[in-house]
């Protein structure tokens, strides 16, 4: 089985993951019932509301009248009550100041509410030793304001019963269980697994007649009877108990009154209880560990919901946003592509040829090729790489990637032309020209323009391949130089994110940590199971009969 230790570090750092101002009381209940898990006390309170007899019933069992008592609300602070071998009160104040009386009155100073109903806030702590076999071995008595009155006792109360062991409700028979006492029932002890509770049933004595009496003990006995309850075996959920005439029988040490006020009876099943009880009571405590490490495992599955969401709403974004880069990257890619193919189809060599061949031999004809070459070509290879450099750096700058250097472009020399040489006609061809009109010069004109013209366009020819080879290669060099800029890269998960998995993982972990303390139920619900029989509490409860009536 887990050790204390252990279950008190995970529901501590669970208790980290909580939201401290929606679950504030949560997180005290959990450093409350860590607490008890270690306290070697046995620890009793009694519970109810104002007026309901919580003090007259402890000066009952005391046999002695020390409690404040009154017809009005009375005890505004915690009293506890401790086996001392006298009767000494110990009261510690906030300035660290400390009485000791042996006088019962110093209580009604210190621990009376006021006329405006509130306690002291001066006074820490109320201390009352007293020598008692009912304190006797560790048990500790617990005397609480009561319940439905101001938020701050409420509080006070709810907290202090996570650190006892056994809870007596008091009811009174001329309201018995009240909506209220219900509700309190249910949200202060039940639902945080405090259910060691056995239920007294007060002031029947002022009920007229016996049947009264009996349908009130009938009608409270069967809403008991609904609730769960975690006591030994053989231990009665409801008692009945007269708590002014049992004091009074105390007092008087009158045997037949102090059976008939039901003191003996509820006496001697509070010492049975505790001999029982503390034999099981790890089992005990840990139910409500494991009721309360319940709660926090709602809350803080809730959390681990929430952040598994936030998880999945920034991962959908993100590849939403991945996807869309990609796509991106394809298009301008494929756009970047395509502008160079434009490109590279024009610096074909047919392409080239077929549009510029005879306009260099032209323009070198004519003497005007630099001129062409400014003014008609360098425009037309600009509008090309233009179009793919915007493109280039446009898709950089989205991708925040550093531009490239621009296209090159380089032009060959001035072309060289071989010119052929004019050829003289020979005298024959002379004396000819005399008898035909000059037909032989005309010809030989003719011959002489056509090789040049072909040496014009030979000339061409070398000048567009040679700018096509270089060019070529400095658009390939470009390409490549761009093809590996243009990519999307993915981005990184942010800061936060990767925050939120590390968290989630904790709380998981935390989960797993409280599924394993829940699963620590069915051990402790197998071992109950074995726990004592009847007749072992009939005869503890006997013994302890015996030894009340005869001291």
């Known amino acids: 089985m887990k050790s204390s230790i252990t279950i008190s570090k995970s529901l501590q750092a669970a208790c980290q993951f909580i939201d401290a101002q929606e679950n504030q009381q949560l997180i005290k209940d959990v450093e409350l019932a860590c607490q ?65 009386s042996n006088d019962g009155k110093v209580l009604k100073k210190f621990t009376v509410l006021n006329r405006q109903g509130k306690p002291r806030e001066d006074v820490v702590s109320v ?10 071995n560790g048990v500790e008595l617990f005397d609480l304001p009561g319940t439905n009155d101001r938020e701050e006792q409420d509080i006070l109360i709810r907290n202090q019963l996570l650190r006892v ?19 309190t029932l249910n949200k202060w002890l039940l639902n945080r697994g405090i259910k060691t509770i056995i239920f007294v049933l007060n002031r029947m004595n002022e009920l007229e007649s016996k049947n009264d009496q009996d349908e009130v003990y009938n009608d409270v006995y069967s809403t008991i009877n609904t ?24 007092q008087e040490r009158n045997i037949l009154k102090m059976i008939t006020s039901g003191i003996i009876s509820f006496e001697s099943t509070l010492l049975t209880i505790i001999s029982l009880q503390k034999e099981r009571i790890n089992q005990t405590r840990l139910f409500r560990v494991i009721s309360i490490a319940s709660q926090v495992k709602s809350v803080l599955q809730k959390e681990a919901n929430n952040l598994l969401k936030e998880i999945r709403d920034a991962e959908y974004v993100r590849n939403v946003a991945i996807e869309k880069g990609r796509q991106r990257e394809e298009y301008l890619r494929e756009e970047f592509k395509r502008r160079v193919r ?41 509008n090309y790489t233009e179009s793919i450099e915007k493109w280039a750096n446009q898709s950089c700058d989205e991708f925040q990637k550093g531009r490239p250097n ?57 000048y567009l391949h040679k700018f096509r080879t270089a060019t070529l290669a400095f658009l390939n060099e470009y390409e490549k130089t761009v093809e590996l800029l243009i990519v999307f890269t993915v981005p990184p998960e942010s800061f936060t994110v990767i925050q939120k998995r590390s968290c989630l993982k904790v709380l998981n972990n935390l989960l797993n940590a409280i599924y394993s303390i829940e699963s620590l139920k069915i051990t402790t619900n197998i071992q109950r199971l074995n726990l004592g029989k009847d007749f072992i509490f009939f005869i503890l409860f006997c013994k302890n009969c015996f030894l009340m009536l005869i001291v």
């Not at 024009?346 to 080239?352: G, P």
């Open 127 to 136: 201390e009352v030793f007293y020598p008692h076999k009912l304190l006797k």
């Open 227 to 250: 609730f769960e309850s975690d006591l030994p075996k053989g231990v009665k959920k409801l008692y009945r108990v007269d708590a002014l005439p049992a004091l009074k029988a105390q």
């Open 165 to 183: 062991d056994l809870v007596i409700q008091i009811l009174n028979a001329r309201q018995p269980f009240t909506q209220g006492e219900k509700e």
């Open 36 to 100: 008890q898990l270690v306290n070697p006390n046995f620890g009793i309170a009694v519970v109810a509301p104002f007026n309901f007899g919580k003090s007259t019933l402890i000066n009952a069992l005391l046999g002695k009248e020390i409690m404040p008592t009154k017809m009005i609300r009375t005890t505004g602070t915690l009293i506890s009550v401790k086996y001392g071998k006298t009767l000494t009160i110990v009261i510690t104040f906030t300035s660290g100041k400390v009485i000791r």
């Open 342 to 382: 434009v490109y590279g189809n024009w610096l074909s060599l047919d392409m080239l040829l077929g549009s510029y061949q005879e306009k260099v031999a032209l323009a070198l004809e004519t003497g005007s090729f630099n001129n062409w070459q400014d003014s008609q070509f360098k425009s037309t290879i600009l």
């Open 406 to 462: 621009r296209i090159k472009i380089s032009f060959p020399s001035y072309p060289h032309v071989s010119l052929p040489q004019l050829q003289e006609t020979d005298f024959g061809q002379w004396f000819g020209d005399v008898f035909n009109g000059g037909e032989n010069q005309r010809r030989l004109d003719k011959e002489y323009e056509r090789k040049k013209w072909l040496a014009y366009k030979s000339a061409a020819y070398n």
